[in-house]
């Protein structure tokens, strides 16, 4: 379904710069994903350097061709973080071809123990990003331990306020666990588990996720969830628009089905903790209108 194709040409690399200015001191970082890198930016502080290779809100993730530049930032990185779960098969090609016996690689998926085939949105579940930034600082910790205390404090800081997401979480799940949902994708799979939803049409997701066609009486039942009303909000990826995709998304208007659009790249202008929080909020929103 995903038939707009773009190269490297298209997608730079965006720097998430965590200081004012580089220092040939500092620790580099490659992260394949820009939340992973404003992890990494928020647990270093001063003392990193760090490189998002994808960064672009409006672009597709699958869609990502690696390009002689990523090579050549991987080459020269202290620490590697990314999501792993067949989500960036890429980074793994590119790590391959480019040894460098003291750089460290840092796997979302192994960390939480997903493996492929899993829902590869991971850092949707709760339990990843918490994971990562414990990994993150460690490692730094090792590198640098002159500055072991800062790090020890930024992952307290993080981890406090990603604490104060789980409460917002579980204050939904409260409220609106059993809720019936649906989705075009598996994006907001892991979040949507958490906050106590009954996903409906997954087998639909997983083949629109794989871009493949969904069989007849999965595209049925889709539409029916909507029509009937048993869905009451449907999430779509936002960085995917396709013929399918439009068309439930008009179905589900039709039949005044909420629609959430959720982003598997953190916005422009986010942190973990703004782009998880607005979310939320947003689902919060649709929900409380439901019952008014």
Request: charged share 20%.
């Amino acid at each position: 379904m995903r038939s707009i194709l773009f190269g490297a040409a298209l997608l730079a690399l965006g720097t998430v710069l965590a200081g004012p200015s580089f220092a040939a001191d500092k620790v580099k970082i490659i992260a394949a994903e820009n939340f992973y890198g404003d992890l990494a930016a928020q647990i270093g502080g001063d003392h990193v350097e760090v490189t998002s290779i994808l960064s672009n809100p409006d672009d597709d993730p699958h869609l990502f061709e690696s390009s002689p530049s990523t090579a050549k930032a991987l080459s020269s990185a202290d620490i590697v973080v990314y999501n792993g779960a067949d989500y960036d098969p890429w980074m793994d090609k590119l790590l391959s071809a480019s040894t460098n016996a003291d750089r460290s690689t840092i796997v979302a998926a192994d960390l939480t123990g997903h493996t492929s085939g899993d829902n590869p949105h991971l850092w949707y579940d709760p339990k990843t990003l918490p994971a990562v930034a414990s990994a993150i600082a460690g490692e730094l910790e090792k590198r640098d331990n002159a500055n072991a205390d800062v790090y020890k404090a930024n992952l307290a800081r993080f981890d406090a306020s990603f604490a104060a997401l789980t409460k917002q979480a579980d204050a939904l799940k409260g409220k609106y666990q059993g809720t019936q949902v649906t989705a075009t994708e598996p994006v907001f799979g892991y979040m949507a588990e958490a906050l106590g939803f009954k996903m409906l049409n997954y087998d639909f997701q997983v083949a629109t996720m794989n871009d493949t066609e969904p069989s007849p009486s999965q595209v049925a039942a889709f539409e029916k969830s909507l029509k009937d009303g048993s869905a009451k909000i449907l999430f779509y990826n936002s960085q995917v628009s396709d013929e399918t995709t439009k068309r439930l998304l008009q179905l589900a208007k039709d039949n005044k089905v909420t629609v959430v659009g959720v982003t598997e790249t953190e916005p422009a202008g986010k942190t973990i903790q703004s782009w998880f929080g607005d979310q939320l909020q947003e689902v919060g929103s649709a929900l409380d209108g439901l019952t008014q």
